[in-house]
């Protein structure tokens, strides 16, 4: 299709290049098709393998005339990342990568805990993904259900609020995603308020009529 239209540009987004599962093995899309490099412009950073979002480094690499456009608008908007976001980007880059299997390790065994509790939850549908740390339950089959109090879900975004309002789990409708009606969680955090979360929207669906 991109070959067949050669006035479409490409941007593709790499940043969960680490963070894949179950043998999925990444591949970018200039590995599949060399001949689109001259209009592809690939992304990544260091905010999700390396753990940094609060150095705020990101990188591109696309071409020449492309990426001098870029960087001349992002001088004038937001300057510069400070030396030493720069100095820890690149340490995080070029230094040992072996720390990257353990987390890929503990994130899977998560990823299965919720996945496995989720699907337990009377009306949500989870599947399994295979990259990154978020999971998108489908939350259909809740929709038209009433809380004890009477209270109608009849969107994902009554579904979080409710969720929030009587469990006090916070997790992020699927129309912000234009995924309604789903709902998005991550599992970067500890295992035990996983769990926990996980515990509490059993709970909450059960308690539907």
């Given amino acids: 299709m991109l070959r067949r239209h050669p006035g479409v540009w490409v941007l593709t987004d790499d940043i969960y290049e680490h963070l894949v599962y179950d043998g999925f093995t990444f591949t970018t899309i200039l590995q599949v098709a060399p001949d689109l490099r001259e209009r592809t412009l690939t992304v990544n950073g260091v905010s999700k393998a390396y753990a940094m979002t609060g150095w705020r480094i990101g990188y591109g690499a696309g071409p020449k005339p492309l990426v001098r456009a870029m960087a001349t608008i992002q001088s004038q908007s937001t300057t510069n990342p400070c030396s030493i976001s720069q100095a820890a980007a690149v340490a995080a880059l ?8 353990e987390w890929r390790r503990v994130f899977r065994e998560r990823r299965d805990l919720v ?15 295979q990259g990154a740390f978020y999971v998108y339950p489908s939350c259909a089959g809740v929709i038209g259900k009433r809380t004890p109090e009477g209270q109608v879900i009849g969107s994902s975004e009554d579904f979080a609020r409710l969720l929030l309002e009587k469990k006090g789990v916070a997790v992020v409708h699927g129309a912000a995603f ?10 970067a955090t500890s295992t035990d308020l996983l769990r926990e979360a996980c515990r509490r929207i059993q709970e909450f669906c059960s308690e539907l009529v």
């Fill in 115 to 129: 996945v496995e509790m989720l699907n337990a939850a009377p009306g949500i549908s989870c599947p399994k993904p």
């Fill in 94 to 101: 070029t230094g040992p990568q072996d720390f990257l299997a």
């Fill in 178 to 187: 234009g995924l309604d009606p789903h709902f998005r969680i991550s599992y």
